[in-house]
């Protein structure tokens, strides 16, 4: 074979993996948006009056090392999660390993109880889903006047964080991988 045929052959799977990488990237854009009452609740996590914040219907697929960003989610009675969790109905003290999905991870309720791992920082956790963190609506009581979700968010309980040797500063939105367990 030639010099000139491997290159070709090699220029040829390099667009390959490339465009495999833009098509799964683009597999869940935004399927609209929502707007922000123009006044409203206030608080430093709430929905900022007149905003447009993109919703969706979909999350990125799911592999053995799903890419995502962790939150902190307050699962009990007056947390910052606002009702009870879905899945079981109940609020969820902070010392328990749970979570909300995106919608599309959510999956219409199909992860409900069942376990995912989270791996951050050289470590792992398997935390319980309980709950959907919704990429469609927000701004209103229900959702705790929060903007809708990002497409690719893991709320993670108090508990989760500390299993996960993340502290201070770095809790906020951080990078995570996960997985069904």
Not at 19 to 35: I, K, M, R, Y
Not at 111 to 135: P, Q, W
């Amino acid at each position: 074979m030639s010099t000139t045929s491997i290159l070709v052959l090699a220029l040829a799977g390099l667009l390959l993996v490339a465009f495999s990488s833009t098509a799964l990237a683009e597999t869940c854009q935004p399927s609209g948006t929502l707007e922000s009452p123009a006044t409203g609740h206030t608080c430093d996590e709430c929905c900022q009056p007149g905003h447009v914040y993109p919703t969706y219907q979909c999350s990125p697929p799911v592999s053995r090392h799903t890419k995502a960003i962790m939150t902190l989610n307050d699962f009990s009675e007056g947390g910052d999660g606002g009702a009870p969790s879905e899945c079981d109905g109940k609020y969820h003290n902070n010392t328990e390993r749970v979570v909300a999905l995106s919608t599309g991870w959510y999956d219409k309720g199909k992860r409900c109880g069942e376990y995912i791992r989270i791996n951050a920082k050289g470590r792992s956790v398997l935390a319980k889903v309980v709950d959907e963190c919704d990429t469609l609506h927000g701004c209103d009581k229900p959702h705790a006047f929060q903007p809708p979700c990002p497409h690719n968010d893991v709320d993670a309980s108090k508990a989760v964080w500390d299993a996960l040797g993340i502290f201070g500063d770095e809790v906020g939105d951080f990078p995570i991988t996960w997985s069904d367990a």
